[in-house]
């Protein structure tokens, strides 16, 4: 595996993959690696001959007071398990070569709508700093593939809806939420987690769990459903920020006789903010993970 870390030297070598006929699949991260990011770079090779990873810890991503210098940047750690992991390239640019003109200059890309509601009401301007870094990156590598995980679904959506605006020829995957055995997701933020907190974690889940049990056995009173499971947050010690039944598509609010549904909470649980979601969809169909 190649370390690469400037523009240049990437697009050297892609060039020639391209040249070879070679596809090749992006899986953008800000690092700090965990299973759940290896098992979206192994679904990233089943799709191109060739995969890059990125490593970029994105300040325009960051709120004021959120948690960008504090983000762990285990780089040594996180190439080697890419290494093992058969990856071609890891990507790990600074913020110089991302931002040439710097992040009070950069030229932003946002997908409006979309990119202001639920995490986004309660982060202003984070999904405008993870689409203006992404679209670097497609611009930056012109993957065939990209790969991203499930478990932050708003981006999803707002990821796939930039690429079909711009016309971008790029086949956005989607990998399943990885998780711990009690269901907790996996996440690089679970390290500000105290034992205690650990504990009650998995409760997240669980709401969410229990309100697609209900939204399945034919219960569509959403409103009620939605302060349920915001009060089971805040019984388990959770500072709840939403809890909301979204139609998967477009994240719009849905209606009776809607038959794919999905669920998705944030909440705080001490330093940690916690997101998660479940599908939910009507039995015996299955949706394309891929656009």
């Not at 269901?183 to 205690?196: E, F, I, K, P, Q």
């Not at 504990?199 to 309100?211: E, N, V, W």
């Not at 009173?221 to 349920?228: I, M, P, R, S, V």
Request: glycine share 6%; hydrophobic share 40%.
């Amino acid at each position: 595996m190649k370390t690469v870390r400037d523009i240049k030297t990437l697009r050297e070598m892609t060039r020639s993959w391209r040249q070879d006929g070679e596809t090749i699949a992006l899986v953008p991260t800000m690092g700090s690696l965990h299973q759940g990011h290896m098992r979206l770079v192994q679904l990233a090779s089943e799709f191109a001959e060739r995969v890059i990873t990125s490593i970029y810890v994105n300040p325009a991503q960051f709120g004021p007071s959120e948690d960008f210098e504090a983000y762990p940047r285990p780089l040594d750690t996180d190439r080697r398990r890419l290494s093992r992991a058969g990856v071609d390239i890891m990507f790990a640019p600074d913020s110089e070569e991302i931002y040439p003109f710097g992040e009070l200059q950069m030229t932003r890309v946002s997908v409006p709508g979309l990119s202001t509601i639920l995490c986004g009401d309660r982060r202003p301007g984070h999904f405008d700093g993870v689409t203006s870094v992404v679209s670097r990156l497609f611009n930056i590598v012109q993957p065939d593939v990209a790969v991203f995980g499930q478990k932050d679904y708003q981006q999803l959506v707002i990821i796939r809806r930039m690429v079909e605006d711009l016309h971008l020829p790029i086949r956005i995957l989607a990998g399943q939420t990885h998780r711990e055995d009690d269901g907790l997701a996996l996440s690089s933020r679970n390290r500000y987690l105290t034992d205690a907190q650990r504990a009650a974690a998995p409760t997240l889940y669980r709401a969410i769990g229990h309100c697609r049990k209900q939204l399945l056995a034919g219960d569509r009173n959403y409103a009620h459903l939605e302060q349920a499971g915001m009060d089971a947050l805040q019984a388990a010690g959770f500072v709840a920020e939403y809890f909301s039944i979204r139609k998967p598509g477009d994240l719009s609010p849905p209606t009776p006789d809607s038959e794919y549904l999905v669920i998705l909470a944030a909440a705080r649980l001490g330093e940690a903010r916690l997101i998660d979601n479940v599908l939910m969809e009507p039995a015996n169909r299955a949706r394309s993970t891929g656009t």
